[in-house]
């Protein structure tokens, strides 16, 4: 009779195969949880980002706000008056710097405040702007940032504004009228106007001491007789780009320094050239 040998050989594959594709499964299951969890706390956030967004978009209308309805006299626009006493109650960490916050034509402010007072809630905007003039042209750069909890949003906002007060540029061109007593000074310039806008107006910005007929200066007060320091004139149009106005009847012999500012009639600066100044 034959005997058959049966082998243990096999014995523990199933075990070891069973472990593997628990490993696997496992693997595939911490998978499958780390991106649930990711999208989760994205979704999560999708509410409060919007909640950051929307902050940043009232830093966004406060300045707005404040721009147009806070304007001091003497000023083109009022954001760069925020920081004064009393004009925004909600605001704090405020500051306005620059060469001339005061008419507003250079100025950087930032500001910040809290859309709840309910600290707890840490939902605020930090309001960051940056403002300049040429001409009647003033621009500005609007940057607000949105908080709350952990996620924060920015908007940034780049705008043009045409104003009434004027600011004179330092173009160089400029001269000195020194003359004689009894006769008119005219003062005389050509005006380029490339872009064929049209020429809006033609301002002679004239700094210097002495005394004026037709009361062109204010008397100062320590003074027995009229002084001035700045004032601005108007040249009118002669044809051909041409300007020109006859000023000071009575010229005594004082130094005058004398810049021309054109604008056309969208309010940005047209180069000026050619400036003479003439007695008759």
Not at 211 to 239: H, K, M, V, W
């Amino acid at each position: 009779m034959t005997k058959f040998k049966i082998s243990n050989s096999q014995r523990g594959v199933s075990l070891i195969i069973t472990f593997f594709i628990t490993i696997i499964i496992l693997f595939v299951v911490l998978a499958i949880s780390t991106i649930l969890y990711s999208e989760i706390r994205i979704i999560r956030n999708i509410g409060n980002s919007v909640v950051a967004f929307y902050a940043a978009d009232s830093g966004v209308e406060e300045t707005f706000y404040y721009d147009r309805k806070e304007i001091p006299a003497g000023a083109g626009r009022g954001i760069c008056n925020i920081c004064a006493s009393g004009v925004c109650p909600d605001c704090y960490d405020c500051s306005a710097t620059g060469l001339d916050c005061e008419t507003c034509s250079d100025c950087h402010v930032a500001f910040s405040s809290r859309i709840n007072p309910n600290p707890n809630l840490n939902k605020f905007f930090d309001a960051d702007i940056i403002v300049s003039q040429q001409c009647r042209v003033s621009t500005g750069v609007v940057s607000s940032y949105g908080f709350y909890k952990n996620v924060s949003r920015a908007i940034q906002i780049d705008y043009r504004t045409e104003v009434s007060n004027l600011s004179i540029p330092d173009s160089g061109a400029t001269a000195t009228a020194q003359g004689p007593t009894g006769v008119n000074m005219v003062i005389s310039a050509t005006v380029l106007d490339p872009e064929g806008v049209g020429i809006a107006s033609v301002v002679a910005a004239i700094t210097g001491f002495g005394a004026e007929n037709y009361n062109q200066c204010d008397p100062a007060p320590s003074l027995p007789f009229i002084e001035c320091t700045y004032r601005e004139i108007t040249l009118t149009s002669g044809g051909g780009g041409n300007y020109s106005h006859p000023w000071n009847y009575g010229l005594q012999d004082v130094t005058y320094n004398i810049n021309i500012m054109a604008t056309d009639n969208n309010g940005n600066c047209i180069e000026v050239k050619n400036i003479t100044i003439t007695y008759e």
